[in-house]
């Protein structure tokens, strides 16, 4: 939120430089994220200074060019060559000196040199009004004054005016300060807190008055609930055009652009109390009567931006007669807001219920200043204040009659919260003892009534600006927020304690299998929980029935909880690839969510991501393409970096792989893999193969801690390693070797490895040759010829046995 400190200087007249506040403001937890300069006048005219035209020349070049002799108070006159068609000797005009900074209405920066135009010299620039930002005419240069002296600078002529801004980081509970008076009210607390007093400075609504009934518009509300307080006026015989320039610049300085006065004006009172306005065209509304009712189911309506909305049943609408005027506290309607033609207007103030607004604009996915302020709750006692503000500015800018009563339903009144303090609270929880004179000052400089004062406590009324203290903890945050958080004195003793923890800890086997994953070049990524409804329909492992859907989404994209990781991870991927990062290891510790019938289930899993080449391009190693062995060697380190046994693979039955497998240890899932379906990567215009595994992290968590870890020391005795090349049917895979190796030969065989493979015309048809090495050792002792070449009889018998292999 941008906050403007000449604005606030109209409440609270402070005299300290811009740093010094924001240290204040951000002590008051009114965070200050950054302070810029605002200038009416982009450079503020610096280097422009009056110049007298003393000759005009024709160009001897150029038929649309003159040469003038410009006298800018100098020692000798400027030659400057100009191309406007009104520029005359005598005339006084603005000159742009050489290294003068001009901007272009984009605010792109040029800077005036010594040149020569058409072969003459050129020592300057002649101004035409819109090169200066004074305008916008660019028929001809701007002609000033004739009793403005040569060499004056023309920031001295001409209102300009600069500002600080100070960017504020403001928390969704600060509803009361989304506002320059909310802001300054906030900044008179501190400053009193510091010991100074200066008066707060209240605009005054007391000159408002009705000048005539004539344009009565009567007001039926028909939803008490959502709009608790309607205020409303009309003011005729207006006169649309701009705001003058000092409302431009204050709204131009908080980054609002303005529109015309009557539009300006309700801007600025929102901006100025935090009460959002809106002005509709009378003569619009038909027989002059203003409905506040719910939409009709299937309604249309066409807001200000031109886009056709279907209206939901809960959605508050401000209507006339025979139809729809504005949504609610959310955005006005095509036909009804303000123009060029509008003679009459009526002012609406209001009051609506935060949550129907929230949920409307997020309905329809709209997002405004007034929204921004219902949405958080505005003070429902300002309403009334806020509308006769504007009114009287209406009427002193943009002309007119009140021509109304001020209307106000407001048929319940809210009452202000009451809360009792106690003493003993405040000190525990700010762990500081503070005099009663302190927190009754602290107080007061907050607006917080002070009802009755006990041994144990005081009794409060809060005001009902402040809709985010309500309770007792509340005020004592209020309280230490003033007295300053940085006056609290610690303790140089601190006492901790160190628990025992189980190395079984999920964080801890996290943080271990993470720390093997990065180091063989995996990325951690953390994703949204919130997922699209549609992607249930991508794959039929997923049902819509079980999904969990949000009461309050903040978008149908993000309106039910996921049940898988893999959507939200190739969500990751599309982005990456969409900006040229093709080559992708990711990894992600999450959450899944699933509703079975009443119950809801949460389940953790451990998800990896590979597509693109297994390294990045270099000219020092050839281009290899990620493929599921190399996944399945990262998930086997994996699991053996877990302590467990790597289990043999079976087929999975999940429609979200074209091709995968699945480990499973004592019948529980522990990971299953495989290539991504591209009917999936399709979805997501994802035009590379992507391999996914998904661990069942609670699977794993719970095998891992009945893990017995056993240690053995490292053999002495040398290991032994012996190849055979085997020709078998192609139907065999390397399992069913290893399982026979194993079971052959159980002491001495440590290691089983395929190391090539080979299919072609040198072998027989519905063949291959698969070249295994084995590894032998004996703890005890060095092994002999005699004994491997024993090992390895029974290994090539029972292959031939078992497989019908031959050695090639």
Request: charged content about 25%.
């Amino acid at each position: 939120m941008k906050i403007s400190y000449n604005w606030l200087k109209q409440f609270i007249q402070l005299d300290w430089d811009a740093d010094r506040t924001s240290a204040l403001l951000t002590d008051l937890g009114l965070e200050v994220e950054g302070v810029e300069e605002f200038e009416s006048v982009k450079g503020s005219l610096k280097g422009i200074v009056v110049g007298h035209v003393l000759s005009c020349e024709q160009h001897p070049n150029a038929d649309r060019l003159k040469i003038t002799k410009v006298d800018i108070g100098a020692a000798e006159p400027l030659q400057i060559v100009c191309g406007a068609p009104n520029v005359a000797a005598g005339q006084k005009v603005p000159v742009a000196t050489i290294g003068t900074t001009l901007y272009t209405e984009n605010g792109e920066s040029w800077v005036i040199k010594k040149g020569k135009i058409r072969g003459e010299e050129s020592f300057g620039m002649i101004c035409a009004e819109d090169e200066l930002g004074l305008g916008k005419n660019h028929d001809g240069i701007m002609i000033l004054d004739q009793s403005f002296e040569p060499g004056t600078p023309c920031a001295e002529l001409f209102d300009i005016e600069t500002d600080t801004v100070f960017e504020i980081g403001l928390t969704p509970n600060r509803a009361d300060a989304m506002s320059h008076y909310g802001v300054a009210r906030d900044l008179r607390a501190g400053l009193i807190q510091n010991d100074i007093h200066l008066e707060f400075i209240t605009p005054s609504v007391s000159s408002f008055h009705v000048d005539n009934r004539t344009l009565r518009v009567d007001v039926d509300v028909q939803n008490k609930e959502l709009c608790p307080r309607y205020c409303g006026v009309t003011i005729s015989g207006i006169k649309v055009e701009e705001s003058p320039a000092w409302i431009q610049n204050r709204l131009k300085a908080i980054g609002i652009t303005p529109k015309n006065n009557v539009v300006d004006i309700t801007n600025y009172v929102l901006h100025e109390l935090g009460q959002p306005l809106h002005a509709f065209d009378a003569n619009m509304i038909a027989s002059k009567k203003v409905v506040v009712r719910t939409a009709v189911p299937g309604e249309k309506f066409t807001t200000l931006d031109g886009v056709e909305r279907e209206l939901h049943q809960e959605d508050l609408m401000i209507c006339d007669s025979e139809k729809p005027l504005c949504i609610a506290g959310v955005l006005g309607g095509m036909n009804s807001g303000v123009t060029e033609r509008t003679t009459a207007v009526f002012l609406e103030s209001a009051y609506f219920n935060p949550v129907s607004v929230r949920k409307t604009a997020k309905r329809h996915g709209i997002n405004t200043d007034a929204s921004f302020r219902f949405e958080r709750g505005i003070d429902i006692n300002s309403t009334r204040y806020a509308l006769l503000r504007a009114a009287l500015y209406i009427k002193e800018i943009a002309g007119g009659t009140i021509s109304s009563d001020a209307e106000d339903f407001y048929p319940k009144k809210f009452e202000d919260f009451q809360v009792f303090l106690t003493f003993e609270k405040v000190n525990s929880l700010i762990g500081q003892n503070l005099s009663t004179d302190t927190i009754k000052s602290i107080l007061s400089s907050l607006d917080i009534k002070i009802n009755n004062v006990t041994e144990t406590g005081i009794g409060l009324t809060i005001p009902s600006y402040r809709v985010d203290v309500q309770r007792e903890v509340d005020v004592i945050e209020e309280i230490l927020r003033i007295y300053g958080y940085n006056n609290i004195e610690f303790t140089q003793k601190l006492n901790a304690s160190v628990a025992p923890t189980s190395k079984f800890e999920d964080y801890k086997i996290q943080n271990s299998i993470a720390n093997q994953l990065a180091a063989i070049g995996f990325h951690e990524i953390m994703t949204n929980s919130l997922s699209s409804p549609t992607y249930v329909a991508l794959t039929e492992d997923l049902k819509e029935q079980h999904n969990i859907n949000m009461l309050n989404p903040l978008s149908k994209e993000l309106s039910v909880m996921r049940q898988s990781m893999l959507f939200s991870g190739l969500e990751a991927i599309e982005h990456n690839i969409n900006r040229k990062s093709n080559d992708l290891k990711l990894f992600e510790f999450g959450k899944t969510y699933h509703q079975y019938g009443d119950q809801r289930e949460e389940q953790k899993h451990l998800s990896l991501l590979i597509t693109g080449n297994l390294h990045r391009e270099n000219w020092g190693v050839a281009e290899q393409k990620s493929d599921f062995f190399v996944l399945k060697g990262i998930l086997d380190s994996i699991i053996e970096r877990l302590g467990l046994p790597i289990p043999k693979a079976s087929e999975v039955q999940a429609s979200i792989y074209a091709e995968g497998l699945v480990y499973r240890i004592a019948n529980e899932n522990i990971v299953s893999f495989g290539v991504v379906d591209q009917k999936i990567l399709k979805h997501f215009d994802i035009k590379q193969q992507v391999l996914y595994a998904d661990f069942y992290w609670d699977n794993v968590l719970e095998l891992v801690k009945q893990q017995d870890i056993n240690f053995t020391s490292l053999s002495k005795y040398p290991e032994v390693r012996r190849d055979l090349a085997l020709l078998i049917d192609q139907n065999i895979n390397f399992d069913t070797i290893t399982e026979i190796a194993y079971k052959c030969e159980k002491s001495l065989l440590k290691e089983v490895n395929l190391f090539d493979v080979y299919q072609g015309d040198k072998v027989p048809e519905g063949k291959k040759s698969y070249a295994v090495s084995f590894i032998l050792q004996d703890p005890s002792k060095t092994l002999t010829d005699k004994q491997i070449d024993k090992v390895m009889r029974k290994l090539q018998s029972s292959f031939e046995k078992q497989l019908n292999a031959q050695l090639r």
